[in-house]
């Protein structure tokens, strides 16, 4: 399944085992596969999605009986989980196939809206950013994140300290116009947080806390002491995954 969600209200995708009373996306869609199919359901997923962060084009995958009518049961979720989420697509895949291992990419979207007043209707997908914001040395900024690099400097370390190298195949900013801007981001697999620590160094360097010349030195040091705070989560969307 193809999976859209506004992220806020959710407590992440992926139900929690010490917090099974939490609302999570992906505790929400397995109950309710559940209930349509009447078998117990195993949802694997592409992305881990934190509290608050969207996504429009998440992949999850599940084994479900031979006889399920897979558009009734599009339709009979879309029913019971719209609008906060929905199934955009549907369909079967090959036995080896699954959500998160066969991923080849992932690309996700950071919005920042940077005028003088907030927006009411952007207010729970987009940052906003008072201040103007220097496009440009955003955008210089992308480059020395480009390749294979360890993004200890940009990530919350995982409880076993493992590797946090990750290829980065594309980064860039856009400029949509009407004060709308755009991160996007794309890489094999992301570590914790990774995306919106680098937006909110990126967004340093539009305000001129930082240089754009300082990014290839932060990922060297591979430490986030004294680095500024990861943007906030509602900014961020997971927006395709390509397999």
């Known amino acids: 399944m193809t999976v859209a969600y506004d992220g806020t209200g959710f ?14 996306v ?16 195993d949802l694997a997923v592409a992305g881990r999605t934190d509290r608050g962060v969207h996504a429009w084009g998440q992949v999850v995958t599940f084994d479900a009986p031979a006889a399920a009518d897979l558009e009734a049961l599009t339709r009979s979720l879309n029913k019971m989980l719209g609008p906060a989420i929905a199934v955009r697509d549907v369909g079967t895949a090959a036995g080896d196939f699954h959500a998160r291992h066969s991923a080849i ?41 480009i390749g294979e690099h360890d993004y200890s400097s940009f990530c919350r370390k995982p ?13 860039r900013w856009l400029d949509l116009g009407d004060g709308l801007l755009r991160f996007d981001i794309e ?13 909110g160094t990126l967004v340093a360097v539009g305000h001129g806390r930082r240089r754009a010349g300082e990014l290839a030195g932060i990922l060297r040091a ?7 705070s990861p943007a906030p989560a509602h900014g961020l969307c997971l927006w395709e995954v390509v397999y």
């Open 11 to 24: 407590h992440g995708f992926a139900v929690q085992a010490n917090r099974p009373d939490l609302r999570t």
């Open 26 to 41: 992906g505790g929400v869609m397995t109950e309710a596969i559940r209930t349509i199919v009447g078998a117990p359901v």
């Open 105 to 145: 990419a992932r690309r996700y979207r950071y919005t920042v809206l940077n005028r003088p007043a907030p927006d009411p209707f952007l207010a729970r997908t987009a940052w906003w950013v008072e201040a103007p914001l220097d496009l440009r040395s955003m955008q210089l900024a992308c480059d020395p994140l």
């Open 159 to 171: 409880p076993d300290e493992g590797h946090l190298v990750r290829r980065v195949h594309d980064a």
């Open 187 to 199: 890489a094999k697999a992301f570590c914790h947080q990774m995306v919106r620590s680098v937006v």
């Open 222 to 228: 591979r430490n986030r002491e004294g680095l500024p």
